[in-house]
């Protein structure tokens, strides 16, 4: 049972990227997905999650309107756009699937993102 995050990388203020978070078995869709990241220094935060059952999503507050997040049913695979992207969005984030909106039980390891100003 694995999940594996890629996608992240150095981008501008103002520019866009794309995680993926590819889960080993197809039982993963009864779970949620989430993202959540980890700035150095900081605690780890939620971002987004969606539900991939029915595809209602959360988000945090500081993304809202800058971030979606999807499922690919055929790849088993949840992404996370991230546009408009602050230098504040950099961190290490990490994709994860629980049982609930914001209790997450399996870890994929993390990618970095990193936004210059």
């Known amino acids: 049972v694995q999940l594996q995050a890629s996608g992240g990388g150095l981008v501008q203020a103002g520019g866009s990227l794309r995680l993926s978070c590819a889960a080993s078995?197809?039982?993963?869709?009864?779970?949620?997905m989430g993202w959540l990241r980890q700035a150095p220094g900081e605690e780890r935060e939620f971002v987004a999650a969606?539900?991939?059952?029915?595809?209602?999503?959360d988000f945090a507050d500081s993304v809202k309107g800058r971030f979606t997040i999807s499922t690919d049913n055929a790849k088993n695979t949840v992404y996370l756009q991230m546009n408009s992207l602050k230098p504040e969005d950099s961190a290490v984030y990490y994709c994860?699937?629980?049982?609930?909106?914001?209790?997450?039980?399996?870890w994929g390891q993390g990618t970095l993102v990193t936004v210059s100003s």
């Open positions: 994860a699937a629980g049982l609930g909106w914001r209790s997450y039980h399996y």
């Open positions: 078995e197809r039982s993963f869709r009864t779970y949620v």
């Open positions: 969606i539900k991939w059952t029915d595809s209602s999503t």
